[in-house]
Antibody, heavy 119, light 108 residues
């Protein structure tokens, strides 16, 4: 079965960087794109960007351009999201999610990774 | 960016009742690119409806979606206790993808 398993919770100081992994299984990794989203408490999800797992092409929301880097490791069937210059308002649960090629909706999601930003 | 406005903010209904959730877009969205998600506390969102009206795999037929243009609706025909959750609409036609702020459904 399709699974997306994310790395564990992180606590970071303001100005630091965080890198979250999303390890996939149960499907052919290169055939799907993977997206990253975040969700602050009490709010709807916010889309951050995506990576084509086949060719490594990336696209980012303008809001995160220059501060977020999404990458992949095809040998590990994993994608990564790194965010730099963390601010208090970056505290959220971060999700990876797979996109269905035909309909382009997000079908499978990781379990989420809580990022806390605290001094 | 396409802003999605959901109403009502909270819906409190009894088991067996019908729930009607609204999602209004700030500009026209193709029906092909409108989805609905259910999220329970501590869990990731789960897709219910994609393409405005197609049920995702394993979703009970009491969930249905409709609409076009700027107005979309998620209907839960007969509420079950396990339907207590927050529901989000999501457009993925234009970048950036955007979500509504959610409708909380409470079961009395």
């Amino acid at each position: 079965q399709v699974q997306l398993v994310q790395s564990g919770a992180e606590v970071k100081n303001p100005g630091a960087s965080v890198k979250i992994s999303c390890k996939t299984s149960g499907y052919t990794f290169r055939l799907y794109s993977l997206h990253w989203l975040r969700q602050a408490p009490g709010q709807g999800p916010e889309w951050m960007g995506w990576i084509n797992a086949g060719n490594g092409d990336t696209r980012y929301s303008q809001r995160f351009q220059g501060r977020v880097t999404i990458s992949r490791d095809t040998s590990a069937n994993a994608v990564y999201m790194e965010m730099s210059s963390l601010r208090f308002e970056d505290a959220a649960v971060y999700y990876c999610a797979r996109v269905v090629a035909e309909s382009m909706h997000l079908d499978y999601w990781g379990q989420g990774t809580l990022v806390t930003v605290s001094s | 960016e396409v802003v999605l406005t959901q109403s009502p903010g909270t819906l409190s209904l009894s088991p067996g009742e019908r729930a009607t959730l609204s999602c209004r877009a700030s500009q026209s969205v193709s029906s092909n690119y409108l989805a609905w998600y259910q999220q329970k506390p501590g869990q990731a969102p789960r897709v219910l409806i994609y393409g405005a009206s197609s049920r995702a795999t394993g979703i009970p037929d009491r969930f249905s979606g409709s609409g076009s243009g700027t107005d979309f609706t998620l209907t839960i025909s007969r509420l079950e206790p396990e339907d207590s959750a927050v529901y989000y609409c999501h457009q993925h036609e234009q970048s950036p993808r955007t979500f509504g702020q959610g409708t909380k459904v409470e079961i009395k």
